[in-house]
Nanobody
Framework: QVRLVESGGGLVHTGGSLKLSCSGF????????MAWFRQGPGRDREFVAA???????YYSESAKGRFTISRDDNKNTYYLQMNNLNPEDTAVYYC????????????????????WGQGTQVTVSS
């Protein structure tokens, strides 16, 4: 069974850091673009960051300069390092995998993604 499993969420204070992990099972994901999305309370799901199969990264405006996405294909594991967190970052964070070779800017579209994890909660207190 192909699945993605997120971990690393939790409760932090404003200004704190967390590192999320996304582990892939059931197939290799080295030819996939990997992304992180999030859904905060009362909000639609939104794009956070993506890394293409060839390691090109793309970030939302809110993530730029604070978050870093990375991939370790040897471990089939993908990461989101989040620094300088604030309460607006509070959300359930989801990782996703997309097999299409599209322009990096297209990776913001959640409809492109083939696989999704179950999500991990991140809560930032003020």
């Amino acid at each position: 069974q192909v699945r993605l499993v997120e971990s690393g969420g939790g409760l932090v204070h404003t200004g704190g850091s967390l590192k999320l992990s996304c582990s892939g099972f059931g197939r290799p994901f080295d030819n996939y673009a990997m992304a992180w999305f999030r859904q905060g309370p009362g909000r639609d799901r939104e794009f956070v960051a993506a890394v293409s199969w060839n390691f090109v990264t793309y970030y939302s405006e809110s993530a730029k300069g604070r978050f870093t996405i990375s991939r370790d294909d040897n471990k089939n594991t993908y990461y989101l390092q989040m620094n300088n967190l604030n309460p607006e970052d509070t959300a359930v964070y989801y990782c996703a995998a997309n097999s299409d070779r599209v322009a990096t800017t297209e990776l913001t579209k959640d409809t492109l993604y083939d696989y999704w994890g179950q999500g991990t909660q991140v809560t930032v207190s003020s």
